[in-house]
């Protein structure tokens, strides 16, 4: 593997805690920073690529002919850019990609196989945004990245469901250290239950050091994503709230251990 390839899923069982919200922003702000990202939309919603502007109209070639042809659509075929240095793989009809990879007896290597040639492409890093719940597909995607982000949304029951992923990550009999961040999301400082949770989350984590600096509720965050916008195009506070984030993602190494 070219040793500058970091590959990382933004994962978390739970749907609307912000995982398309931060693969978005991650990505993009990576790319402000000068690293060449590719973002790859892995849920049937597409919001990462409606985040970007991106709608089904703009595109008719997607991850769904490379997963499930025999090679005669190529990534590069696929791939929009999106902003400078950060291009998109936009998806359609994922739920058809997941019913085939059921009955596929190992999925270990397929996205392995179905995105060779990728390393090729010059990209320092790939975030890959992925639907809730346990899938076929992200099981794939598990094998696939060196790393996870998990967003959990600062609220009792999601901080409760935060040790799923690595129920999720034994299962496929994967490394719990691929967990790599855990971004706190939605976070309301104002409010001793956020505390709380936010307190929670510390805790669990406690050994790890892997909990980031919270991301706090921001009405510019989602008015932004409703526009097809980042933050960073849209509004300079809020996008602060994506800075020290980004700053950790870019010194990691992603690397397996
Ligand atoms: N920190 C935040 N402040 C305000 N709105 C947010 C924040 N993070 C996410 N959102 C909004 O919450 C909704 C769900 O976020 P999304 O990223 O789509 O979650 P998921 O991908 O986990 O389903 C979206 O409308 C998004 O704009
Ligand atoms: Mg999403």
């Given at each position: 593997m070219d040793e500058r390839l970091r590959k990382f899923a933004v994962l978390n069982n739970k749907g609307g805690v912000g995982k398309s919200t931060l693969a978005v922003h991650l990505a993009h702000g990576l790319a402000?920073?000068?690293?060449?990202?590719l973002l790859i939309d892995m849920d049937g919603q597409n919001d990462a690529s409606l985040?970007?502007?991106f709608s089904s109209e703009d595109y008719d070639k997607s991850l769904y002919e490379i997963l499930m042809g025999r090679g005669e659509v190529g990534l590069s075929d696929c791939i929009l850019p999106a902003r400078e240095r950060l291009d998109l793989l936009p998806?359609?009809?994922?739920?058809?990609?997941n019913a085939a990879l059921y009955r596929e007896?190992?999925?270990s290597?397929?996205?392995?196989?179905k995105f060779r040639g990728l390393e090729e492409l010059g990209y320092d890093r790939v975030i890959v945004d992925c639907g809730p719940q346990r899938s076929r597909i992200n099981d794939a995607v598990l094998y696939f990245v060196d790393g996870v982000i998990v967003p959990v949304q600062v609220e009792a029951a999601a901080v409760r469901a935060v040790g799923n992923i690595y129920e999720y990550l034994s299962d496929l009999g994967l490394d719990a250290g691929m967990v790599r961040m855990v971004v706190p999301n939605m976070y309301d400082q104002r409010t001793s239950e956020g505390k709380e949770n936010l307190e929670f989350i510390r805790e669990f984590f406690a050994d790890a050091d892997i909990v980031t600096e919270p991301?706090?509720?921001r009405v510019r965050i989602t008015e932004s994503g409703k526009l097809g916008k980042t933050v960073y195009e849209y509004d300079r506070e809020a996008s602060r709230q994506f800075e020290q984030i980004v700053e950790r993602l870019a010194r990691s190494n992603g690397k397996k251990k």
């Open positions: 402000l920073r000068g690293e060449r990202v985040f970007l502007g998806s359609a009809r994922l739920d058809r990609v007896p190992d999925v290597r397929f996205l392995h196989e991301i706090q509720r």
